[in-house]
């Protein structure tokens, strides 16, 4: 089943659902840090240094309540990433050449397993999430996508940018909603490979 749009969102129930928009390097090791902290319950973050990079990979390996993507400003910085000072889950970055790789290390805490991932929003990303995970909210209006894959969640909501060629967007397990909304004028083909329980589309 294929639909060509100009327009952009749909809650669904999904097997496997691919999204294509049509109108779309460097080899310095990633070194991660722990920012500094003040006295007190502080955020766990790490981050990683930009090293003049335009292009880059992020794979986030473990699932989490609540994941948020999103491409920012990080003058001099790659990555910037967060959970709460009393989340389950710490970061722990590693990789090489420009491929980010973030596992999410149980802390014991019983505090919110919330992530937030911010981007530099000047490079151009590939960006996988994991299975699992209750909620993926995605805001990538800022920055240019090279392709993302999503391997199921309980709702996903992405803002995509304009993009660069055709950019493939595929999601590789069932997801309960799905919210998309694309630039005026993106061209927008849908296509379900496996079938879905509900599909809602408003063209």
Not at 188 to 196: C, D, E, I, P, T
Request: charged letters at 20%; aromatic letters at 2%.
């Amino acid at each position: 089943m294929e639909k060509n749009t100009g327009r952009r969102a749909a809650p669904a129930v999904l097997a496997l659902l691919g999204v294509a928009l049509a109108a779309c390097s460097p080899t310095t090791t990633l070194s991660a840090r722990q920012m500094p902290a003040d006295d007190g319950p502080q955020p766990h973050v790490q981050a990683g240094a930009l090293h003049g990079r335009t292009a880059a990979f992020l794979t986030v390996r473990d699932a989490a309540s609540r994941v948020e993507v999103r491409l920012a400003e990080l003058p001099g910085l790659l990555y910037r990433v967060t959970t709460p000072a009393d989340s389950g889950l710490a970061p722990q970055v590693t990789g090489v050449a420009g491929r980010v790789r973030l596992a999410l290390v149980p802390t014991g805490a019983d505090g919110p397993d919330t992530v937030e991932v911010l981007l530099n929003r000047r490079v151009r990303w590939d960006l996988r999430l994991p299975a699992g995970a209750g909620e993926h909210h995605l805001d990538l209006a800022s920055g240019r996508v090279r392709r993302l894959e999503i391997s199921g969640a309980g709702l996903v909501s992405m803002r995509l940018p304009p993009p660069v060629g055709s950019v493939p967007i595929t999601l590789t397990g069932t997801v309960g909603e799905l919210a998309v909304a694309v630039p005026a004028g993106t061209a927008v083909k849908l296509r379900l490979r496996a079938g879905a329980g509900l599909v809602a589309v408003p063209w």
